[in-house]
């Protein structure tokens, strides 16, 4: 059975850091490329950042580059996205994703889905 389980989210102030984690299982993690999406209320769900099956390759959404970094530890199943300098417009409800094959930012070129984790920004 598939699974992906975020951690990690909670409410922060503006400025502050937070670090997600997506501990994964019923996959063999170390060949996906995995990736983080997010929605805010009343918004699409839009891709954040991705990270190769070996971590040799990121790619992140202009508005975070700089501040979020993605990683990933093949040995422990379990991706990360370390996000710094938060601002109020990155709330939002947090996804953890996976798929075979390169990274994307369309959404349904993934496969495996977490449940997210809310991330709330307070100014």
């Known amino acids: 059975q598939v699974q992906l389980v975020e951690s990690g989210g909670g409410l922060v102030q503006a400025g502050g850091s937070l670090r997600l984690s997506c501990a994964t299982s019923?996959?063999?993690?170390?060949?996906?490329?995995m990736a983080w999406f997010r929605q805010a209320p009343g918004k699409e769900r839009e891709f954040v950042a991705a990270?190769?099956?070996?971590?040799?390759?990121?790619y992140y959404t202009n508005s975070v580059r700089g501040r979020f970094t993605i990683s990933r530890a093949n040995a422990k199943n379990t991706a990360y996205l370390q996000m710094n300098s938060l601002k109020p417009e990155d709330t939002a409800v947090y996804y953890c994703?996976?798929?075979?094959?390169?990274?994307?930012?369309?959404?349904?070129?993934?496969?495996?889905w977490g449940q997210g984790t809310q991330v709330t920004v307070s100014s």
């Open positions: 019923g996959f063999t993690f170390s060949t996906k490329t």
């Open positions: 994703t996976a798929r075979t094959g390169f990274s994307t930012a369309n959404g349904r070129e993934y496969d495996y």
């Open positions: 990270i190769s099956w070996s971590g040799d390759s990121t």
